[in-house]
């Protein structure tokens, strides 16, 4: 945090050229395995800076690459389609080394004998074809021959957006399919920020909960609840956080919200004093959580929304978010309905991610979205709380003079909207999200509508 | 949108008078004023000390949705795909050009409290003081420093020492050479231009190659709104002709008749909305790497002696 420093001690992240990576402690005074892109003394990084390439060099050193160009990433398609390989023959015997000539490079390369910028330049010159290239198609055969021979590897300190990444193209089930657009989109939609108070349901592994320390820092409290004794938040660890900012969070498993076991003292008095602390901390969650007031609510978990919902929308203060995440949409419905149905929420959402990256135009490559993308970000389901202060106005008549004829007159037009076109729809200023329900659940839109004008009711002469 | 606000409603505080998602605007509550809906006119003293009922807390999001139009703006789903990428957290400081109706300030104001700086700069002099205005009325005078300036004659004044720029610019690429030197040498510097044309992307992605800067991404960003809507799905109607009448009709009758028997079965079903967002704009991204201590030699810090040295 506020860092680029690697330090001793810290997790990190190298990544290869291979596209592999390779995430463990970093400690003093040990030899970092690189597998064929060889090993460096782990002393020669710890101060340096993250997110620079490094070039392994000699025995166990390494210096900042000097030129970045062909480490910039960019479509590498699967043709090389470019303009003029018209006059391009993928003819062999346009490389003027021979295999053996290339292996050996290759080899003492590998060994740190010769740089690997000087194996690549060798391999170019002696490609008859190579001056014939665009400038992209240049760039591209460097680059694929980067990857095959450079001892380059880039140290990140882990983030969670890394982590986004990393795992949905290795393992997305470890981040329930978490996209870096949609955890964005969560921390904004919930208003993370320092001094906020937040309830938490990860199974994420962590990646909530890192994402909200990482906007958080030690300013707040989450409180996350968890299905096992002890919460998986892998991730969390990983991110290097000082014990200040992780004493921010605290868990709970779901079978002690209600009920705490009963406590047996252990007969050893040390053990008693570490149970009896444990116990304490126990009950203090416990009671922090359900003396509610939270500044809101995020849910990314493998459980029912609705039931989830349904036990924790009564501890979150007015006027205040809750977000839902889930990689599938109908598993989102039920619960999404639910609220927009509920008297204690307004503005309620549903949308689906959507991310397209681009290859950019740098080696005048064009520009074109890339040829592979993620299908889907998955959905998020929003809405903010309010009071349900318990006043129900009727429906026609009832409402206090000057509300109720507008109240009825909008439920009766989102009731056409609801069934009639888009068009309509678009035209009705009150058309919204609920719309759809409107047909199923007029009173309740009417209930919703007359909320709005509560405020003002009381004043009305 | 500080984080410090009463949790009660006070004058001179903003609120979103809340509608429908299509139907929200801010009030500032000042005694003796009134606004107006279409529900009539309420009165802010009747306010004063109620919790927020669908009068809601100003989050950035929702005055995102609310505020004054002056220009273009950024919303929800590119700020937060931007904030991530910026690493906006608290502590971080940032420039911010140009201004323009200040939704994209308002966020990165929340990000950054309570120890962060926002420097926003804005050529428009009547746009300038707005936003200006507004910071101060939403508390956030601590965080954020407006400057009036034209950042591509001008420069932003600021050397060394940020780790993050936003620039929503008609012309990014004339302010990159500025924007360079507004970074802090010894961090990782992180920019996004932000632009709705791919002639503007390509000019801006060749300045930054040409200025040294690195990692060079560009995404395209947007969200997919759903309406949900339970069906009732109708039975066929193998049992004979449909009696004379509409569906709707013969539904009314049979339901008084036979409840059970026909209730049809429903569905929750979702679709994509009919109208939505498009195109926002471009998001280039970059990063500027830090310079390498002078002496070529790596320090060796271990992580006490580093937490010591801060
Ligand atoms: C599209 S608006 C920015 C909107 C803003 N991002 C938001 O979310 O509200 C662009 C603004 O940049 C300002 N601008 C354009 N060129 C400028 C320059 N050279 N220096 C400072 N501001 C400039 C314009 O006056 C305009 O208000």
Not at chain 1, 55 to 82: A, C, H, K, M, S
Not at chain 1, 317 to 346: C, D, M, Q, W
Not at chain 2, 26 to 53: C, K, S, W, Y
Not at chain 2, 181 to 187: E, H, I, L, S
């Amino acid at each position: 945090m506020l860092d680029d420093t690697i330090r001793a001690g810290e997790w990190v992240m190298l990544k290869l050229p291979s596209g592999n990576s390779k995430i463990f402690v970093l400690k003093a005074d040990e030899r970092v395995e690189l597998g064929k892109f060889g090993s460096f003394d782990s002393n020669n990084l710890i101060g340096r800076h993250q997110l620079v390439p490094y070039e392994v060099v000699g025995d166990g050193n390494i210096r900042p690459v000097e030129n970045l160009d062909y480490l910039q990433e960019f479509d590498l398609g699967d043709t090389e389609e470019d303009a003029s390989n018209m006059t391009i023959v993928d003819d062999p015997t346009s490389q003027r080394l021979t295999h053996q000539e290339i292996e050996e490079l290759k080899s003492q390369s590998l060994e740190g004998k010769v740089d690997h910028s000087a194996v690549i330049q060798k391999i170019v010159q002696n490609n008859a074809a190579f001056e014939k290239k665009t400038d992209f198609a240049k760039a591209k055969y460097i680059q694929r021959k980067q990857r095959k021979f450079a001892k380059i590897f880039t140290p990140i300190k882990p983030t969670t957006r890394l982590f986004c990444d990393f795992y949905l193209a290795k393992k997305p089930e470890k981040t329930r399919e978490m996209r870096i657009d949609t955890l964005s989109q969560i921390m904004t939609f919930a208003n993370v920020r320092a001094g906020s108070r937040f309830l938490v349901v990860d199974d994420a592994s962590g990646l909530i909960v890192g994402a909200m320390l990482e906007r958080m820092h030690e300013h707040g409290k989450i409180f996350a609840l968890h299905d096992k004794e002890t919460p998986n938040f892998d991730l969390v660890r990983m991110l290097n956080f000082s014990d200040e900012v992780m004493s921010v969070v605290s868990s709970l498993p779901w079978f002690h919200l209600h009920e705490l076991p009963p406590f047996v003292a252990p007969s050893h008095p040390d053990a008693l004093d570490r149970a009896q602390a444990r116990r304490n901390q126990l009950e203090r969650t416990r009671d922090d959580i359900l003396a509610g007031a939270f500044d809101g609510l995020v849910v990314a978990s493998r459980f029912d929304p609705k039931e989830i919902l349904i036990k924790l929308e009564p501890l979150l203060a007015p006027s205040k978010p809750l977000v839902v995440y889930s990689p599938t949409k109908e598993s989102l419905l039920e619960a999404y309905n639910h609220v927009r149905l509920s008297r204690r929420f307004v503005n309620t959402q549903l949308t689906e991610s959507w991310l397209r990256e681009y290859q950019v135009p740098v080696f005048n490559s064009g520009t074109h979205p890339t040829m592979m993308t993620s299908g889907s970000g998955g959905y998020l389901f929003t809405a903010t709380t309010v009071v349900d202060d318990g006043v129900r106005i009727e429906k026609a008549g009832a409402a206090p003079p000057g509300t109720g004829g507008q109240t009825m007159g909008m439920a009766k037009k989102r009731k056409v909207a609801g069934s009639g076109s888009a068009k309509d729809e678009a035209a009705n200023s009150g058309a919204d999200s609920t719309d759809a329900g409107a047909c199923t659940a007029d009173s309740d839109v009417a209930q919703t509508v007359a909320d709005a004008a509560n405020v003002g009711n009381s004043t009305m002469e | 949108m500080n984080s410090n606000r009463h949790p009660a409603i006070q004058y001179g505080d903003t609120v979103i008078a809340y509608v429908n998602p299509e139907s929200m605007k801010p009030v500032e509550v000042a005694a003796g004023q009134t606004f107006q809906n279409r529900f009539g006119t309420f009165h802010h003293d009747d306010m004063i000390g109620l919790r927020f009922v669908h009068l809601l807390e100003p989050t950035p999001e929702l005055w995102t949705l609310v505020l004054p139009h002056r220009t273009q703006i950024l919303y929800q789903p590119d700020i937060s795909l931007i904030s991530s990428f910026l690493e906006l957290q608290p502590g971080v400081n940032v420039i911010e050009a140009g201004t323009g109706s200040g939704s994209f300030s308002h966020s990165i104001a929340r990000s950054i409290a309570p120890n962060g700086k926002l420097f926003t700069f804005e050529f428009h002099e009547e746009r300038a003081a707005k936003a200006k205005l507004e910071f101060a009325q939403h508390g956030l005078s601590d965080i954020i420093v407006s400057q009036h300036r034209d950042v591509c004659k001008n420069g932003f004044g600021i050397f060394n020492s940020v780790t993050a720029i936003f620039l929503d610019l008609p012309s990014p690429w004339e302010a990159l050479e500025n924007a360079k030197a507004a970074f802090d040498p010894q961090r990782v510097g992180r920019i996004c231009c932000f632009s709705p044309c791919i002639e503007q992307v390509q000019r801006t992605c060749e300045t930054l190659k040409a200025l040294g800067f690195y990692d060079i991404r560009m995404f395209e960003c947007l969200v997919r709104p759903y309406e949900v809507q339970r069906i009732e799905s109708e039975k066929l109607p193998l049992a004979g002709p449909t009696p004379k009448g509409s569906h709707k009709a013969f539904k009314r009758q049979s339901a008084g008749a036979d409840a059970v028997a026909s209730s049809p079965s429903s569905v929750l079903t979702s679709k994509p909305k009919e109208s939505v967002r498009g195109h926002t704009s471009f998001l280039t991204f970059a990063v500027l790497l830090p310079t390498p201590p002078s002496d070529g030699a790596a320090p060796h810090p271990t992580a006490a002696s580093a937490d010591a040295a801060q």
